[in-house]
Antibody, heavy 122, light 106 residues
Framework: VQLVESGGGLVQPGRSLTLSCAGSGFTFHDYAMHWVRQAPGKGLEWVSGINWNGGNIGYADSVKGRFTISRDNARSSLYLQMNSLTAEDSALYYC?????????????????WGHGTTVTVS | DIQMTQSPSSLSASVGDRVTITCRASQGITNSLAWYQQRPGKAPKLLLSAASRLESGVPSRFSGSGSGTDYTLTISSLQPEDFATYFCLQSYISPYTFGPGTKLEI
């Protein structure tokens, strides 16, 4: 079971960036998925989560209206479109798999994590 | 949004010690509580979910308990590899929220 994030980099304030996460070793469409971020030297912040089919999506207040999570089950991929970026969005962004299954409503945790991709807004 | 507090924020202990870390939610979360261990430069590792369900491969010296708003992580006999930062997570309702973390130091 593996998750590999990509798409991070250096971006100017106000610009956009899209992160991708490729899943392998598990049946991707059987699980809800999440993005979690961690600013340097700081704690963990849940960013967004999505049901197996995109039918239920949640966002942290800090990113609501600016970030969009999506998934392509045919490609076993998860995405995070980030708009209107600010310095406060600079962090290591992790993709993570839900441990309970398809639905965010089941209240699962994240059991498999990628290594993360770094976003620097400056 | 549900706020998570965690105590202590840091803790010094010795190999063989028993330690307890507490998380408190601002409202009841019906056991939708997970504990993570994070070592420097590494991704978080899930230790327990549903408040007390030990993840596969996690040593039995880790245990979790609690209900309602108050939850605890106990490490029964600290091993050298346990010195890390520990976070709790509530997944009862979106937006999910993590506790601020407890740094466990030698």
């Amino acid at each position: 079971v593996q998750l590999v994030e990509s798409g991070g980099g250096l971006v100017q304030p106000g610009r956009s960036l899209t992160l991708s996460c490729a899943g392998s070793g598990f049946t991707f469409h059987d699980y809800a998925m999440h993005w979690v971020r961690q600013a340097p030297g700081k704690g963990l912040e849940w960013v967004s989560g999505i049901n197996w089919n995109g039918g239920n999506i949640g966002y942290a207040d800090s990113v609501k209206g600016r970030f969009t999570i999506s998934r392509d089950n045919a490609r076993s991929s998860l995405y995070l479109q980030m708009n209107s970026l600010t310095a406060e969005d600079s962090a290591l962004y992790y993709c993570a798999k839900d441990n309970e299954g398809r639905f965010l409503e089941w209240g699962g945790a994240m059991d498999v994590w990628g290594h993360g991709t770094t976003v620097t807004v400056s | 949004d549900i706020q998570m507090t965690q105590s202590p924020s840091s803790l010094s202990a010795s190999v063989g010690d028993r330690v307890t870390i507490t998380c408190r939610a601002s409202q009841g979360i019906t056991n939708s509580l997970a504990w993570y261990q994070q070592r420097p430069g590494k991704a978080p590792k899930l230790l327990l979910s549903a408040a007390s369900r030990l993840e596969s491969g996690v040593p039995s010296r880790f245990s979790g308990s609690g209900s309602g708003t108050d939850y605890t992580l106990t490490i029964s006999s600290l091993q050298p590899e346990d010195f890390a930062t520990y976070f709790c997570l509530q997944s009862y309702i979106s937006p999910y929220t993590f506790g601020p973390g407890t740094k466990l130091e030698i």
